[in-house]
């Protein structure tokens, strides 16, 4: 009879020194990490929790400046009418124009931090807007003003398109949702705080100008934090197959750098050439043809809008503290709706991926923006009734409720649904988040060309009915996402190699082109 010899089995301990994972898990309590990381110290994977969320924070409300700096100049509309000689309608295109230039240009700071570095273009951008905040509230013509405006749209917008990239360098993918949501709902309270905090200060000043004032120390503040607590997060990091290899070696003893080495060191990041970065600005509009980020951002974009109009100071004749008032509600719906959203889509993703048995699919994410469509249409459509039912002149709070549901339901529809573009595209991560917010603001301007008459012309109820069946049109391109986004996305991996390829050889000839 042969006797048959058991091959031992390991244990978890030799299988992680097998591999030569014995830093990571003893920095991370874990190796089931993705990406994996290295075991260098200047890792931005490897960064203290303390590190990572300092600058998470610092990096979402720098997101969060964006939209707000727009919004911030809507309690001031009527002053505006008075100093500069202009009409309501005329007051309105300083938010409406800065509004397309936060979604241009940040087109061009994409492929520049690239080359350069998120530090310097951080620090760059904090500063310049600091200044030119300031500048604004010496303007003394309607035209001047505009062209500040647009200037601090042009230098605050770097985190729309960078902003999301930082994110997934410095966070592994399990914890990406829960991040990206507190990137994402500082970016969607944006128009809603701005108009809270500025009403009360310009009513209580009666200047305008304390508007930029106010936004050039914050500003100022926040470049400050930045020299302190934004280190480099582009990180060329080794392959661990290439462990032992004197050029990418794990070793942290032989490794000149060091932790602050992300503080202090400044490098070109890229080598490809300054000429072709007109291309590489409008290169990322190819990812619109790609449904699995043209959808989702449609759908994000739509109830984005919708449920950011207001109309209570009109209806209730309210002074200016008392329109910026009408913004709490928004702000805590959508501060309440995001730790469901973050944390809760984590955790459904987590079920998921156990049953799947470590199968991972960006669409399991999507049905859990559903119920955000359907509360947002509920909280839209409580906004119009009341509004509509309530007589005028007398204050009421029941539309502020509905304004405060539907701000819920958004939180969970923008982070689903920009978390799923960007898991959907690996290996462009920033261009997904680029065209994400691109498509939301494109969308977003547009709505105060047609709100007013809409809304005239409709009735309140009527108009919020239309409203919110595009939100509801929406939904149908997440749940087409859910249903057709695999095969999408296998499909757009054999087009991104293809692409890949091309792009690779385009550049070896062009870089042949400059040695002649």
């Known amino acids: 009879m ?37 075991d260098l110290p200047e890792d931005p994977l490897n960064w203290s929790s303390f590190r990572k969320n300092m600058l998470l924070a610092l990096v979402a409300f720098h997101a969060c400046l964006g939209p707000f700096s727009a919004a911030c100049v809507i309690p001031s509309f009527e002053d505006f009418v008075v100093d500069f000689g202009i009409t309501l309608t005329e007051a309105s295109y300083l938010v409406s124009v800065p509004i397309v230039f936060l979604g241009t240009i940040p ?19 904090m500063l310049l807007s600091s200044a030119l905040q300031l500048a604004s509230a010496y303007c003394t013509t309607y035209g001047t003003l505009m062209t500040c405006r647009v200037l601090v749209s042009v230098f605050i917008c770097p985190p729309q398109s960078i902003g999301a990239s930082t994110v997934s360098e410095v966070f592994f993918v399990h ?33 305008w100008q304390w508007t930029f004032y106010f936004l050039a120390i914050i500003n100022f503040a926040h470049f400050v934090l930045y020299i302190f607590f934004c280190p480099e997060t582009l990180f060329d990091r080794p392959e661990r197959s290439k462990i032992g290899s004197p050029e990418t ?34 290169s990322p509009l190819r990812f619109l043809l790609k449904p699995t980020i043209l959808l989702p951002g449609l759908a994000y974009a739509i109830t984005f809008t919708y449920t950011n109009a207001t109309l209570l100071g009109q209806k209730y004749l309210l002074n200016t503290q008392q329109v910026g008032l009408q ?49 947002a249409i509920v909280g839209l459509m409580i906004f119009g009734v009341q509004l509509q039912n309530t007589r005028a002149g007398v204050w009421n709070v029941t539309p502020d409720v509905g304004s405060g549901i539907a701000l819920f339901g958004l939180q969970l529809v923008t982070t689903v649904c920009t978390t799923y573009a960007i898991e959907s595209q690996p290996g462009h991560t920033g261009q997904a988040a680029l065209m994400v917010a691109f498509i939301r603001q494109m969308y977003a301007f547009t709505g105060p060309f047609y709100f007013t008459l809409q809304f005239d012309s409709m009735g309140t109820v009527n108009a919020c009915g239309l409203l919110s069946g595009l939100i509801a049109i929406g939904m149908c391109f997440v749940i087409i996402c859910m249903i057709f986004g695999r095969s999408w996305r296998k499909g757009e991996e054999v087009t991104n190699d293809s692409g890949d390829r091309e792009s690779a050889i385009a550049g070896i000839l062009s870089d042949e082109k400059v040695k002649v």
Do not use: C
Request: hydrophobic share 40%; charged share 20%.
């Open 2 to 38: 042969a006797i048959t010899e058991e091959k031992p089995e390991s244990t978890l301990r030799e299988d992680v020194v097998n591999a030569s994972l014995e830093k990571v898990l003893a920095r991370h309590g874990r190796v089931d990490l993705a990406p994996l990381p290295s």
């Open 107 to 125: 087109l061009l700071w994409a492929p520049v931090s690239k080359r350069i570095g998120r530090r310097p273009v951080y620090l760059v951008s």
């Open 175 to 207: 914890q990406k949702g829960q991040k990206m949501g507190i990137w994402a709902l500082l970016v969607s309270v944006g128009p809603t705080i701005a108009p809270l905090i500025m009403g009360p200060l310009v009513y209580h000043t009666g200047q």
């Open 249 to 282: 070696t794990m070793d942290e003893e032989t490794n000149t750098g060091k932790w602050y080495t992300p503080y202090t060191t400044f490098r070109i990041h890229s080598t490809e050439p300054w000429i072709r970065l007109p291309l590489d600005v409008i």
């Open 327 to 375: 913004f709490v509600a928004p702000f805590l719906g959508a501060l309440l709706g995001e730790p469901i959203a973050g944390y809760g889509s984590d955790r459904w993703m987590q079920y998921r991926v156990r049953k799947a048995g470590g199968e991972r699919e960006p669409e399991w994410r999507l049905p859990f923006a559903i119920p955000g469509f359907l509360i």
